[in-house]
């Protein structure tokens, strides 16, 4: 079946960058775009930006502009997210989610807890 | 671009109904039909439960209906189960290849 298994935890000091990936299987990866998206602790979902995995096309969120890459590898059905000058706030699960052309996400990934703190 | 707006929180009765709304603006919610909405358990990863404003994915029991009038959004569960109690969040298409989300509103059956 379709799933996504994402990287394990992470722990970064302020201004840090991390880098969180998602392992796809199940379906053909270049014929989905992917979403990223986060959660802090108690708090909303938020949408951080898609890459569009059968051309590398990009779109962020005004929020992240700047501060986030999100990238593929094909050859390893693997997205990433990289989140640099990482806060405290930026504490939160990422999670990946596969897009469906009526924009919602239909799969989403086991999402990654990133923890940021000195 | 900022967040949709829902209740904190809902709640019913076993068998009830409930209705959590999703506000937005006529560059969201209000310009596309393009709303969908999400189940959340605590500790798991969001499932979608409506999309396109009313449609069901395969599986998702007929209880949960969507709606739109205008810039809002309603979620309707009927015929409430314990294990319906979960928070859900809303989400829209809001232009530019752009998506933004609710603040989600937690649902307590009683």
Known sequence: QVQFVQSGAEVKKPGASVKVSCKASGYTFTDYTIHWVRQAPGQRLEWMGWINVGNGNTKYSQNFQGRVTITRDTSASTAYME???????DTAVYYCARHRGSEYMDVWG????????? | QSALTQPPSASGSPGQSVTISCTGTSSDVGGYNYVSWYQQHPGKAPKVMIYEVSKRPSGVPDRFSGSKSGNTASLTVSGLQAEDEADYHCSSYAGSNNLVFGGGTKLTVL
């Open chain 1, 83 to 89: 989140l640099s000058s990482l806060r405290s706030e």
């Open chain 1, 110 to 118: 086991t999402g990654t807890t990133v923890t940021v703190s000195s």
